[in-house]
Every structure is written in C-alpha cells, then in structure tokens.
C-alpha cells in the first residue's frame, strides 16, 4: 500500500501523457462520442472506492458540463430487473478491475434500453469494457495493495480529462499535478505521524467536506474502516449540520478538508460549529486557512477541482499509519479482497 501511494504522481504523469488524440488511455474517442450522442443526462455505477471517483465526477458533470446526474442503484437493474427508458441518457461504469458482476449488468441494460455506455476502469480487457460503447483505460498499472490508492487517484484524473476533452479543452491545468503530488507525499510525512499517533486508539472518527471534497472525506473514511478497522463515518458538511454534529465531541476526531474555492468557503460555518462544540479537528487543505485545531497544509491547486488528488494523499498515507500503529498489516485487510463480485 505504502508502495502504491507513492507511486501515484508517476501514474499521473503516465495518464497524461496518453491522454492526448493518439494517446492509449481512449478519453478521446470516449469524449467525441459523448459529444456526438450530446446526451441530457449522466448516470454513473461504480461500487467501494470507484463509487466516490463516481461521486466526484458526478460534480464535474454538473458544474463543468451543465448536465444533470446522478448515482445508479445497481440492484434495481439486477434484483428487480427494472427496464428503465435510458434513451438520451449516458451511463459510466466506473470500475478498477471491470470485474463485478452488477456493474457489468448495469452496462448490457444500458445499451439495450438506448444509452450511451462507457466504461472507466483499469482493464482495458475487461468484460465491463468490452459490453460499453467505449472505455477509458486510467493506465495504473497492477496495483497489488487490497486497498485501492493508485486507481482511485487515476480515476480522478481520467474523468477529469474526460470532462475537460468533452469541453473541447486540452489538459494543460492537469499537467502541474504530477509534481504537486511530489511535494504533497514528501512534505505531510511529520503531520500525518503526529496525526497517526494521536489517532492509534480511536474507535469512532468523523470525515467531511463539501463540493469535490466531499468525495474525499468518503474515501478517506473507507480506507480508515478497510485498513485500520476505525469506525468512520463521513458527511458533507451541510449534512453534518442537520443533525450528526450531535456525535461529535472531544473524544471523536475530525478530518476536515477544506478545499480552495466554493467549496472550502462552504465548510466555514462547519468549522465554526467544530469549534464550538470543542472537537479534536485535523483539516485537511486550505493552504494554512484558520480554523480549530492543527492543518496539513496543501500546495495551490491549479483549480479546485483538480485539489481532490492532492487532498486524498495524506489521508491515504494516515489510513496506512493509523494501521501499522494499532498493529495491522494494510496489505492484509481482514475479510477483503481485491474484486469483490456483488450481484
């Protein structure tokens, strides 16, 4: 796992590179097909970490692309085998390995029921890639580690420059993260020991944020209950205002990411209430920004949507510690593997 994470600025680095008119990840063909179907709507399937990438690319549909979207319930194509009309609608199927069961339904219906289907994942071989219309290869490479780092921020990435090339934009803002990545992963090693340390006997913790960050607080919370077996639940921040504030207290953490723009300005009256009710608050990103209790610090994003890869890195590399301190193997996680089929 610690191997993975730190090999994710050169997995950026690799995507980008690709991503152009030849390139062999496919975003591409994918994006000129999007254009051509010009759909009015976007569904998403994914599942565990892929469903957050989903969630993130849910807000860069409907920020950057104007289109509505949202999150497939995949049991209702499969346990109750609804048939939904899907003409004018496309659904991406977003999937490290392309092998679950549900997703791959998910995508035959699809297609039969009129959608445009494409699939992100980082098997180009895969059955889910072979039954969509078109697929985006992430170009992570083998990722050994159970719990997923590396596909999660190359998914990220992927659909960013998918967004971006349906947009008829080129990557150049994307092309600054590689190195970013870098100064991220050598420079939090201090804070995330310290946070790691204080951390080692919590039983409960609470992960949130708002806009794209909100994806973040979620993979952070799974990959603190999949390694270290912490107990953590993670809101946006609105909705941690309407009633789970109420479990927050000196003895149940708090990671707050604060991103650069809307969405950091958004989570301010969260962190005014955190500080009120005198919890233990980690943040998470705003360059420094004040607010109860101690920061990691993250270098300028060039835009805030692209701020979710930096932000994930030290929260990836605290799950690993939190882990190694309470005397587990992150490599080994109990009752996990690395596909998980679900019907």
Avoid at 50 to 78: C, F
Avoid at 238 to 266: I, Q, W
Avoid at 279 to 285: F, M, P, Q, S, T
Wanted: hydrophobic share 50%; net charge negative.
């Amino acid at each position: 796992m610690a191997a993975e994470i730190a090999e994710q600025p050169a997995v950026w680095r690799r995507l980008l590179a690709a991503a152009g008119p030849a390139g062999e990840s496919g975003v591409d063909r994918a994006a000129a097909l999007v254009r051509a179907r010009a759909p009015r709507f976007v569904l998403f399937a994914a599942r565990g970490t892929s469903d957050h990438a989903a969630l993130y690319a849910k807000y860069l549909t409907e920020i950057r692309l104007g289109l509505p979207a949202g999150m497939v319930s995949p049991s209702t194509l499969t346990a109750y085998a609804a048939q939904p009309d899907l003409r004018d609608v496309l659904l991406v199927a977003v999937s490290q390995s392309g092998g679950s069961p549900d997703l791959l339904r998910c995508v035959e219906v699809a297609r039969d029921r009129g959608a445009l289907t494409l699939a992100v994942t980082n098997n180009p071989g895969s059955a889910l890639a072979d039954a969509a219309d078109a697929q985006v290869d992430v170009l992570a490479g083998p990722e050994r580690s159970v719990a997923a780092t590396k596909t999660y921020t190359a998914q990220l990435l992927a659909l960013y420059l998918l967004v971006s090339a349906v947009r008829g934009e080129d990557d150049a803002r994307a092309a600054a993260l590689p190195d970013l990545g870098d100064q991220v992963l050598d420079g939090c090693m201090d804070a995330v020991a310290a946070a790691a340390s204080g951390y080692r006997f919590a039983q409960r913790l609470v992960t949130t944020g708002r806009g794209y960050s909100y994806p973040t607080a979620r993979e952070a919370a799974l990959k603190l209950m999949e390694t270290a077996y912490v107990s953590a639940q993670a809101f946006s921040g609105a909705d941690l205002l309407h009633g789970p504030l109420a479990l927050v207290d000196p003895l149940v953490p708090v990671l707050a990411v604060v991103s650069p723009g809307a969405g950091g300005a958004a989570m301010a009256p969260v962190l005014e209430s955190l500080a009120a009710r005198h919890a233990d608050v980690l943040r998470i990103g705003g360059h420094g920004s004040p607010g109860p209790g101690p920061g990691i610090a993250l270098p300028q994003a060039p835009a805030e949507e692209l701020a979710s890869l930096l932000e994930i890195l030290p929260l990836q590399l605290l799950a690993h510690r939190v882990a190694v301190a309470r005397g587990g193997d992150p490599d080994t996680p109990r009752g996990l593997h690395k596909v998980t089929e679900t019907l």
